[in-house]
């Protein structure tokens, strides 16, 4: 199978289910990087599965849902605060 053979596969299945045009072979691996880091996953770990040689690379694969941004900043704030409140821990 070549690969244009598959990217052909690839835009009848895409088509078939109605997703849109724009949705390339590629994104596919956009979705792993950004799931496996919303997951929690360590960022090597992340950058080892896609096999980038440099984690700058990694981070442009990955667009995280607003969602994700949104915990992230609370868990940082509440980390924050817990600081405060208990300058010894």
């Given at each position: 199978m070549s690969l244009g053979s598959f990217g052909d596969a690839f835009a009848a299945?895409?088509?078939?289910?109605?997703?849109?045009?724009e949705l390339g072979l590629h994104c596919p691996r956009?979705?792993?990087?950004?799931?496996?880091?919303?997951a929690g996953y360590d960022a090597a770990f992340v950058q080892t599965q896609v096999g980038h040689s440099y984690a700058s690379t990694?981070?442009?694969y990955t667009s995280v849902s607003s969602d994700f941004k949104q915990k992230?900043?609370?868990?940082?704030?509440?980390?924050?605060?817990?600081?405060?409140?208990?300058?010894?821990a």
């Open positions: 299945a895409r088509d078939a289910v109605g997703l849109p045009h956009h979705f792993y990087v950004t799931h496996l880091v919303e990694t981070g442009l992230t900043v609370q868990q940082m704030i509440a980390r924050r605060i817990a600081n405060l409140e208990d300058p010894g």
